[in-house]
């Protein structure tokens, strides 16, 4: 596609449950960002893949974040047992290769009541 | 100390006005810098793009970096209502393969 993709756009869950995040990077794309921001704070590092080396996972909160890319393109992003401070933007980016510009998509807005 | 830092603002200036936003960071090994603008409730929109120190220019926006003093501007020449947004500076370095981001300064360009 022409940008990267995040859907849904807005997810409300219930504490406790598991949400998946979803993003469609641009095609061609070798690298793949998720970010986190929260009110009135900058955007958060959680996760890094590039290629097929294993992914940069150093900006995961705990252990009820994951994420995986299939296929060297789309990219799930799962939270388990949600916790109401998991509330916030969730980001993706990707870029061409690691270091060149990154384009982000429109990110999803998680509400955890 | 945080890796970069950035004035949240709110910056507000009058239509036509120079505008210069500012980041300062810690860590040397910061070679690629950004500068994104982000919109109520939108993602981070790419702005400028440079490699190591000097400026850059497109259109009514110029980017300078200056490692030296571990230091980057933005500037917005003939400032719009339309250029009302967050503007977020974002850095990597050859070692690390994630971008760090300042907080973001709200620029408030008034009619």
């Known amino acids: 596609g022409a940008g990267v993709s995040q859907s849904p756009s807005n997810k409300v869950t219930e504490k406790g449950k598991d949400v998946e995040l979803r993003c469609d990077p641009i095609?061609?794309?070798?690298?793949l960002y998720w970010y986190r921001q929260s009110l009135g704070q900058g955007l958060e590092f959680l996760i890094y893949?590039?290629?097929?080396?294993?992914?940069?996972k150093s900006g995961l909160p705990s252990d009820r974040f994951s994420a995986e890319r299939t296929g060297g393109s789309v990219s799930t992003l799962t939270i388990q047992r949600t916790q109401q401070e998991d509330s916030a933007v969730y980001l993706c980016?990707?870029?061409?290769?690691?270091?060149?510009?990154?384009?982000f998509g429109q990110g999803t807005r998680l509400t955890v009541v | 100390q945080k890796e970069v830092e950035q004035d949240p603002g709110p910056l507000s200036v009058p239509e036509g006005a120079i505008v210069s936003l500012n980041c300062t960071y810690s860590n040397s090994a910061f070679q690629y810098f950004m500068w994104y603008r982000q919109y109520s409730r939108k993602g981070p929109e790419l702005l400028m793009y440079t490699y190591s120190s000097g400026n850059k220019e497109d259109g009514r926006f110029t980017a300078q970096v200056d490692k030296s003093s571990k230091y980057i501007s933005l500037f917005i020449r003939d400032s719009q209502p339309s250029d009302s947004a967050t503007y977020l500076c974002?850095?990597?370095?050859?070692?690390?393969?994630?971008?760090?981001f300042g907080k973001g300064t709200m620029l408030l360009v008034s009619p």
């Open positions: 980016a990707s870029s061409l290769a690691e270091n060149t510009e990154a384009f």
């Open positions: 893949f590039q290629g097929n080396s294993a992914p940069d």
């Open positions: 095609s061609g794309h070798t690298a």
């Open positions: 974002a850095m990597s370095g050859q070692r690390y393969s994630t971008l760090t």
